[in-house]
């Protein structure tokens, strides 16, 4: 105090002192003294009130678990609400960390047993919707149930869960953390509590503020008051006030400095789960919530140059990288609402449609190779809506062969004119329809829903040809009838109807019903009639081919077998469809096949047979009729399996490959038995090789069991026809289940008993008739329980035939038979007449590949000697042999001896043949 100008740092001096090295006992005491003014001590200049009151709160390893466990189960309840079980998957593996942190042998906490209850319940839930997910959920789905039964199995939860399961409620008591004795203490005393401290501490703060903008700078106050404390006491020096936390050490921004914006706290939106009655919480984050941008200025007016200026900015956009296919859809579609507002021509709406369309076929699942069922549904309803607009307004039309220039899209006075093929876009969902029949397992429930929208898709093509034939377009014409004929030609007659309206789309979308329930009713006629213009309007044999083999195999279906003959001989299809494409190869081999059950269906079993012979004969039946890939031993390029996918038939138009196989094999039962029985086993010529070869192999079993399959089946009766046995014969050809699927059954039964009788007839008169002079109609009829009138019809064809020696007797209603044992002579021409065929064969076959002579024949190679070296004489030249002159000559002479061969086979037939020229056969 000695200075004035050293009156103030010694009162500073002192203040600070006794703040930092006084004990409390002594403050109250120092305010009275008059060498130490009291000290007023103030609030850190740059730290805020909120970061004066912040308390350290020290948790205990348990509140810290449940804090985990908890936030973790909100981020698991919101994103299975949200279905995203790929999120869900990790969240999960964060929660099985935090539990796999924590001590073994300690009981599992509630807290976690209710988070992985309603996880575990959440996934049994979507594991009963599995075919309804996508490919990547489905297998994070499956990834993270394996993830629980296995933790489950590995801590034993299985009590711990059965015993929270049945008291869930009691898990709130234990999972707050319990309260420590110092804070009951505090309670008990009435402690404030949090909230009204905050309170006071900000009533405070805004006190002082005004009491220092009160006071001036020169105003110092060095008095105290027993109602201050010591905290509250301050030191005012030149405007500012000191403390002691201006010389602590602290990591905290002053406030002088820019602060940073304020992050806007996030949105709580309450969504309801139609799935379950409870309400959980969605975060939506707002900074990433995006904001639809208006198609057009507030101030632009929606023209006809406006909207196509938007449409070509959003068509240059199609297809660049990162351009999103939703985003391009959404665009069109929130486009076509602008138009429809701005009441602007229906032109520009189709011109907005047709992308719209494009828009749907450009965007197919990426895990799928067919567009789904969902966008399937929208893309029709978008054609429909299209034709709609076009069948009601007649001053429009839509045409690809319209030129840019052409369109007239804005002036109504004129006829409106678009670009576009409705044909085409008709044909490419008719085309995914198919690409996703292919794809889909046929036995599944999904194949069935999928199959009730071709009453869709055929209702649509009946509606576009309805618009197009108001122009004379062939091209489009003939395009879309085909497709209208291509999905009826296969339908059976006993269905009620061709195609079925199924309609199920789930919006209110514009619907026509172009059905024609009179036509459609006689299928016959409309198959007919459309085939008809088709042949007359179609330009390209393609169509007109396709459409003649559809007639025939359709009329092949109703049983119209002589109609559905004449009418494929007529068109000589058989000799130019080799020149086909694979897709017309494919159903002319599918046309082959039914006019072949038609035959049999019909009694013609030498046609039946004949018809069935080339297809069944190669072993690669399922690859001609496109039901399947055959699996060949050398590989294929993956474009040839593509295209060989491409071209599969949907399940629901297979030809059933077990009734292929018994109508050929019991075709060729029929006919082959009874040759075999006329010129024995060893003759060279064979109807059936297939069927020979299958019933060698069954006749050199040394036992065979009862017959398993309709193969065997077929071959048991075949042998017991061979000896005679037509019951046995006929027990085991009835017997098969597969003459159900046949339209008319118990027609195609009555058949097969008729032809089985008169064939075993004739097996036993060619095989047993040289055993008897004479035979009596009666004796066979009682036999064979055939009429009397149906023996004499059989045994006279075969005599008229010269199939059988013999001759009628009526008197006696017998047959004599007349025995004609071949001489010595003559049985060693026949022999002779064997062994020269077979000759004559080899020979055939030795003339299909060039013979030459073996490199054996020639010369052995001479080692020159040198021409330079002494004693040096030329070797004899030796003669070379022609090869090409040699190998002619012993062609020459193996045909010449073949033909002598022949000609003496014929002579020796010839004499066998006439028993009574044996003498001059002598000569």
């Not at 008051?225 to 006030?241: A, F, R, T």
């Not at 921004?253 to 309801?272: A, M, S």
């Not at 514009?510 to 459609?520: T, V």
């Not at 599969?648 to 040759?675: A, D, G, R, T």
Request: glycine share 4%.
């Amino acid at each position: 105090r000695s200075s004035p100008s050293s009156g103030g740092y010694t009162c500073i001096m002192a203040a600070f002192t006794s703040r930092f090295f006084a004990s409390d006992s002594d403050s109250e005491s120092s305010a009275s003294s008059d060498d130490a003014p009291a000290p007023v001590v103030t609030k850190q200049r740059w730290a805020s009130s909120d970061e004066e009151e912040e308390k350290r709160v020290v948790k205990s390893k348990e509140e810290k678990f449940q804090d985990e466990v908890k936030e973790i189960a909100t981020k698991l309840k919101n994103k299975r609400k949200n279905g995203d079980w790929v999120k869900v998957e990790e969240f999960a593996d964060d929660l099985l960390k935090v539990m796999k942190s924590q001590k073994k042998g300690d009981a599992v906490p509630r807290a976690f047993l209710k988070a992985f209850a309603d996880l575990e319940d959440s996934v049994d839930v979507a594991w009963a919707k599995k075919k309804d997910l996508s490919k990547l959920v489905a297998k994070a789905l499956t990834t993270l149930r394996q993830k629980l039964r296995k933790f489950k199995q590995e801590l034993s939860m299985e009590a711990a869960l059965a015993e929270y399961r049945k008291n869930p409620d009691a898990s709130g008591e234990e999972e707050s953390p319990a309260p420590e004795p110092a804070k009951e203490a505090a309670k008990a005393k009435g402690a404030p509590s949090a909230k009204s401290a905050k309170a006071a501490k900000a009533a405070k703060a805004q006190e002082s503020s005004g009491s220092e903008s009160d006071s001036g700078d020169d105003d110092i106050d060095w008095g105290s008051s027993d109602s201050e404390s010591e905290d509250d006491k301050e030191i005012k020096l030149g405007g500012y006030q000191y403390s002691h936390l201006d010389f602590l050490k602290t990591a905290k921004v002053k406030p002088d400095r820019p602060l940073k914006e304020e992050v806007k706290p996030k949105q709580t939106q309450v969504v309801e789960d139609p799935e379950d009655d409870e309400r959980y919480d969605r975060v939506i984050d707002s900074r990433n919530k995006k904001v639809e941008k208006p198609l057009f200025a507030r101030d632009e007016e929606v023209t006809a140059p406006t909207v196509l200026a938007k449409l070509t900015e959003i068509q240059t956009a199609r297809g660049r990288k990162g351009t999103s296919a939703a985003e391009q859809m959404s665009l069109l579609v929130r486009l076509r609402k602008e138009v429809v507002q701005a009441k602007l021509t229906q032109a520009l709406e189709i011109k907005v449609l047709l992308q719209i369309i494009a828009a749907h076929f450009d965007d197919p699942d990426s895990v799928k190779s067919y567009m789904s069922s969902s966008e399937w549904h929208h893309c029709q309803n978008d054609i429909m809506s299209l034709l709609v607009i076009l069948i009601n307004n007649d001053n429009l039309r839509c045409d690809p062969n319209i030129g840019d220039d052409e369109e007239n899209l804005a002036d109504p006075t004129r006829r409106l004119l678009v670009r576009g093929s409705v044909v085409g876009t008709i044909e490419r969902l008719d085309d995914e329809y198919i690409k996703a029949l292919q794809a889909l397992d046929p036995h599944a429930p999904e194949y069935v829903d999928r199959l009730k929208d071709e009453g869709v898709i055929y209702n649509l093509i009946c509606l576009c040809e309805k618009y197009v034939s108001r122009f004379d377009s062939r091209d489009e014409i003939s395009n879309i009838k085909m497709r209208r004929v291509e999905h009826i030609y296969y339908k059976r007659p006993y269905k009620p109807s061709p195609v079925r309206r199924i309609v199920e789309t789930g919006e209110s979308a514009p619907f026509i019903d172009a059905l024609n329930a009179a036509e459609e009713s006689d299928v016959l006629t409309l198959m007919a009639r459309l085939c008809k213009e088709l042949y007359v309007a179609d330009s390209m044999d393609r169509s007109r081919t396709r459409a003649m083999l559809c007639q025939v195999y359709h009329l092949a279906i109703y049983d119209h077998w002589f109609q559905a003959r004449d009418l494929l001989l007529m068109s000589h299809l058989q000799d130019s469809i080799a020149h086909a494409d694979a897709p017309t190869q494919i159903l002319f081999n599918r046309t082959m096949v039914q006019l072949g059950l038609c035959a049999f269906r019909n009694g013609m079993i030498s046609a039946a047979q004949n018809a069935l012979n080339d297809i069944w004969s190669g072993g690669r039946i399922r690859e001609l009729l496109a039901q399947g890939i055959l699996q060949r031993k050398q590989e294929k390029t993956p474009d040839e399996i593509k295209g060989e996918k491409k071209r599969q038939v949907p399940f629901h138009m297979h030809i059933n490959l077990e009734l292929i196989e018994c109508v050929y094999y019991v075709s060729s039962m029929l006919l082959e038995i009874p040759h075999m029985a006329e010129s024995g086993e060893a003759s060279l010529k064979v109807i059936s090789k297939p069927f020979r070869r299958q019933l060698d192999c069954y006749t050199r079993q040394v036992f065979n069991g009862p017959p398993e399959n309709s193969r065997d089946h077929i071959m048991a009766a075949a042998g017991a026809m061979k000896n005679g046995d037509w019951r046995t014969c006929e027990k085991h050809i009835l017997s098969l289940s597969i003459w159900s699927m046949c339209p008319n059954s118990e027609a195609v039964l009555t058949m097969l008993r008729a032809r089985i009788k008169e064939e075993s007839l004739r097996t036993y008169l060619f095989a047993f008739s040289g055993f008897f002079d004479s035979m009596s109609l009666e004796t066979l009829s009682q036999m064979f329980e055939i009429s009397i009138p149906a023996v004499h019809s059989i045994i006279s064809k075969m005599i008229i035939n010269e199939e059988l020696q013999a001759s009628h007797d009526q008197p006696s209603s017998t047959i004599v038979v007349h025995k004609a044992e071949p001489s010595p002579l003559q049985s060693l021409a026949l022999q002779f007449t064997d062994k020269v065929v077979q000759l004559v064969e080899s020979n055939e076959r030795l003339n299909e590949t060039p013979s030459s002579v073996s490199f054996k024949d020639r010369l052995p190679y001479v080692r020159p000697q040198r021409r330079d070296g002494p004693g040096f004489s030329a070797p004899p030249r030796q003669p070379r042999t022609n090869f090409r002159t040699q190998g002619r000559s012993l062609r020459e002479q193996q045909f010449a001896a073949a033909d002598a061969a022949a000609s003496a086979a014929a002579a020796a037939t010839q004499a066998a043949s006439n028993p009574t020229d044996s003498s001059r056969f002598r000569k």
